[in-house]
């Protein structure tokens, strides 16, 4: 269909609904006065029920899926709770000259009961089917489009249709086999003689050389400490002093040392001797001082 004819098919769509519409419009305007509605409420009434059946009906084109089915479900509850009402306003002809009491739409009141629950429950779910569908609308996206693929037949019967200069690939060219000229074979007698063949010199072996067994060290993993005399530069610059030395330059450090500065760590850090000397040291310090103290008293 070309563009002239869809425009004019969806203004005669327009113009049918907007006569439906029209006509529905009387009716529910006074099905709304009748269950209590004023004048401005009974006036937009009818868009409220057939408002949203319009908004169904365009979700339902965009939609896909749940939320199509969702949205036909309530085009189809709408449009079913509207034909209701058009009905009880055609056998209810008191709706038509508003002589009808209020509240009252049947005689039957589980009937009446039920067309003023329908009645006054429409406007309530135009609210929350309205702003679910719009929702749903506005959060749609839709599914790519894949590109036409060609079908395989016709693109099979093109390339065979094509000559061989038109082929992507060119034909191999053909591959070349080399023969080798083989000697011609002589036939020979059964009962001939063959001329006997030349011997050739045998060839001796050369015999190898045994391979003596060694003796190779095993390999240890433990570092070898060093033997041997140690280098001058690895000794002490210092002399190693002679007990007798050590106590006298220990009695010249500490001569003004009081008892308890006199402990084995400070001589050691003094005289620059081993923990032990230093011990020795102490002891003898302190029995010294001891006796020079009894021979003053």
């Known amino acids: 269909m070309n563009r002239k004819g869809k425009i004019l098919l969806i203004a005669a769509l327009v113009a049918v609904v907007g006569m439906a519409f029209r006509v529905s419009w009387n009716a529910l305007r006074d099905i709304a006065n009748a269950v209590g509605a004023d004048a401005t409420a009974a006036t937009l009434y009818p868009f409220v029920v057939d408002g949203l059946m319009a908004l169904a009906l365009v979700a339902t084109l965009v939609l896909a899926g749940r939320d199509r089915t969702f949205a036909l479900r309530v085009l189809g509850t709408y449009t079913l709770a509207s034909l209701v009402l058009n009905y009880v306003h055609g056998l209810v002809p008191e709706l038509h000259g508003r002589t009808v009491d209020w509240g009252r739409l049947a005689d039957w009141d589980p009937a009446n009961w039920a067309l003023v629950l329908l009645a006054t429950s429409l406007p309530v779910g135009s609210i929350y089917f309205g702003s679910d569908l719009v929702a749903k609308v506005l959060h749609h996206r ?5 590109p036409p693929t060609t079908n395989a037949e016709e693109s099979t019967d093109t390339i065979s249709n094509q000559s061989t200069a038109d082929l992507p690939v060119s034909t191999p060219a053909p591959i070349t086999v080399n023969r080798v000229a083989l000697p ?12 006997p063949l030349k011997p050739l010199p045998a060839i001796e072996p050369t015999p190898a050389a045994p391979i003596e067994p060694r003796a190779v060290a095993a390999e240890s993993t433990r570092p070898r400490g060093a033997t041997g005399r140690v280098p001058d530069a690895a000794r002490s610059p210092r002399p190693k002093r002679t007990p007798e030395q050590l106590l006298d330059e220990a009695r010249t450090v500490t001569t003004d040392w009081p008892d308890a500065r006199l402990t084995a760590e400070g001589i050691r850090l003094a005289v620059h001797t081993s923990p032990k000397n230093a011990r020795m040291l102490r002891d003898t310090l302190k029995a010294e001082r001891a006796q020079h103290a009894a021979a003053a008293a």
């Open 142 to 146: 839709p599914a790519p489009i894949d």
């Open 184 to 195: 011609t074979p002589v036939p020979v007698g059964f009962l001939k003689s063959t001329l």
